[in-house]
């Protein structure tokens, strides 16, 4: 699977998933209804998929320009930290004006989200991948790295 097909199911995908975990998230650890939670999370969801749309687009750019085929350990470390890092920027504030918690608590939300979402991102992609094989991008290098 590849190209947008790829990219519709990749997102769907992880974003249902992550719709529902932060949802029980957020609920247990500031003690509002799922109701009030739930909402944050599609909306932070939509932020997202937007976000993670326009930015594998530029890393799959980049990629298929620089890399030397395959995404090694490292190349897949970069990856998911410079999303979960446009993520933070983006979704601090509607941390704090959805679930009417002062700044710095959205920020302290965000960055308990963001450890959570740096190791999910990580498993997600390597299991996506591993399931759906790797995008064009990807797939230079005789020996390329799942």
């Known amino acids: 699977m590849q190209g947008i097909p790829r990219k519709i199911v990749y997102l769907s995908l992880y974003e249902g998933i992550a ?49 030397k085929g395959g995404r090694g350990f490292w190349l897949r470390v970069a990856h998911t930290c410079g999303f979960e890092g446009g993520m933070l920027l983006l979704l601090a504030p509607l941390m704090a004006f959805g679930l009417q918690v002062s700044a710095a608590q959205a920020l302290g939300l965000q960055l308990g989200m963001l450890t959570f979402f740096l190791l999910y991102s990580f498993v997600f992609t390597l299991g996506f991948d591993r399931v759906f094989g790797l995008p064009a991008s990807a797939l230079r290098s005789p020996d390329v790295q799942v």
């Open 19 to 67: 719709i529902a975990l932060s949802t029980v998230f957020l609920s247990l650890v500031t003690h509002q209804e799922t109701s009030t939670t739930g909402v944050v999370a599609v909306c932070a969801s939509l932020v997202a998929l937007a976000w993670n749309f326009v930015y594998n687009c530029l890393f799959e750019a980049w990629e298929a320009r620089y890399s």
